[in-house]
């Protein structure tokens, strides 16, 4: 059953570790660490992808910044209560991780591929040099009861398709996770820099049932 449910949710990257292993929590004596990864594009820009590992994956305790991994796992979400309301904060749940010598030119580096549901109404719109955009987000379930809820963005053609989904519509996307740096208002006096993670679709199909 539980392996039947991950097929739903399929990450694969591969990228350079950037700064230190963060502990994050505890599940029944298993120690889980958040470290960044920075993923190249094709384009000169990178990507900074949050990854959760197990402690029984990899030294945490170890100098690891600089070295390049390839991690499968999950992309999965929870909501962070703060400022009076819950945040979706995302991250890459890893379930297997090997280190790399190189990354080489024919190697994909970042796949995604998800199966869920539309839960609430696409967005779409024109950007000022009319491209097109749709938002979606995506409710992938996982086992025993749970739900992790993707943002995801589509472009041109897909936009277009994307926009008449549906809420409650079975969709299936692949694509590519990516950062994406905005400035969060706190109060009329400060501004703080964040980083939004999406899935930047490159292929998409829908179903009603």
Known sequence: MADKVIENNQVMIIGEIVGDFIYSHEVFGEGFYMVD?????????ADRIPLMISERLIDVKGDNTGKIIQASGQFRSYNRHEEKKNRLVLSVFVREIEFLEEITDSMKTNQIYLDGYICKVPVYRKTPLGREIADLLLAVNRPYGKSDYIPCICWGRNARYASTFEVGGHTQVWGRIQSREYM????????EKRIAFEVSVSKLEYAEN
């Open 37 to 45: 990864v920075s993923v190249n594009r094709l384009s000169d820009s």
């Open 184 to 191: 969060k208002r706190i109060n009329d006096e400060e501004v």
